[in-house]
């Protein structure tokens, strides 16, 4: 929603919880066996497997087909962001691009949301020492905390790699996920006792709505001084979505007049599904959205090189085209995951 182009009040509302939630969840699902050994080694070869490895696999191909997008216009000459416009790779810069992806320096536009992860790869690493270092995660998370802004305020990173106070943003909100889970009131760990008071995330939801306000930010843009407010704020919105889909997983209970009970359960496993294959989308919606992008050329008679504006044409996308936008950047890349899986399926 946020890259589709939403309007800018609901973009800042959500930039204030929707990328820490992922790395909240990270820390929320770690294990704490992983801290043996021999089972640190199994998590390092997850991690390297299941987020390394799709960096540079997906980095790679996107690179190689950089020239072939430019020449279609899917990439565009003329079209700035950020102050950089495309322009045709000669050989010595592909392979420089290439040395980019394997060391997680950097990636293709098309591919621009990769930078979460590299931070979440790194993040994972920082936190697991952390984890290991520490025994008390109260001390863990409060020494990521300061050392986030310390590198901030004084624009530290290491060399080359630029692992820098981002990644340690993402090691405090992993480390704040597993002690969401660690801690317990009664039976029920941290989380889940706080998504049962509606009136709290009421109260988040109003404290969101004015950070979203006064401090409108997001992991990539902001400063020292928004670490604190900022953290604050994505912890209660995490926690308010952790409220929503527990709703949303027991609404039906309770409202059989609205959705047969099939229904539900085959809206209830897209969302599932989807879930499962969020790299899948992170790789995909920002070339799914040229397809949209195409149509509202061929409908208002627009230049071909629009087809490069990036993520997608602000200005229709404010009169309501990042509806589509929406759609597309998700079903597509997920339908295409099923397609292949079901043809996997039948070769096997």
Known sequence: MGHAGIPAWANHYLSLMRMPLFFFMSGYCFKEIYLASFEGKKWLRKRIKGIYWPYVKWGIFFVLMHNVFLYFHIYSETFEFNGKAIHYYSLQETLLRLVYVVTMYGTERLLGGFWFLKALFWGSIIFYVTRKLLSNTYYGVLMLLVTCLATSFFHLSIPFLKI?????????????????????????????????????????????????????????????????????????????????????????????????????????????????????????????????????????????????????????????????????????????????????????
């Open 164 to 348: 820098g106070s981002l990644d340690l943003f993402a090691a405090f909100f992993i480390m704040t996920g597993h002690i969401f889970r660690r801690t317990t009131i009664g039976s029920q760990n941290l989380a889940e006792n706080l998504i049962s008071k509606w009136w709290l995330m009421i109260v988040f939801v109003i404290i969101i709505g004015i950070g979203s306000v006064y401090w409108p930010t997001s992991m990539l843009q902001y400063k020292w001084y928004h670490v604190i407010p900022y953290s604050i704020t994505a912890i209660m919105g995490t926690i308010v979505l952790f409220s929503i889909g527990n709703w949303i997983n027991h609404w039906n209970m309770s409202s059989n007049q609205v959705l047969t009970s099939g229904l539900f359960s085959k809206i209830r496993t897209f969302l599932v599904y989807t879930g499962g294959y969020t790299f899948n989308v992170l790789a995909w919606h920002f070339l799914s959205f040229k397809i949209v992008s195409f149509i509202i050329i061929a409908l208002y008679g627009l230049n071909v090189d629009r087809l490069g504006d990036f993520p997608g044409m602000s200005e229709y996308a404010d009169q309501g085209w990042w509806v589509l936008y929406l759609i597309a950047g998700v079903a597509i890349p997920i339908s295409g995951t099923y397609i292949y899986h079901s043809l996997i399926s039948k070769k096997q």
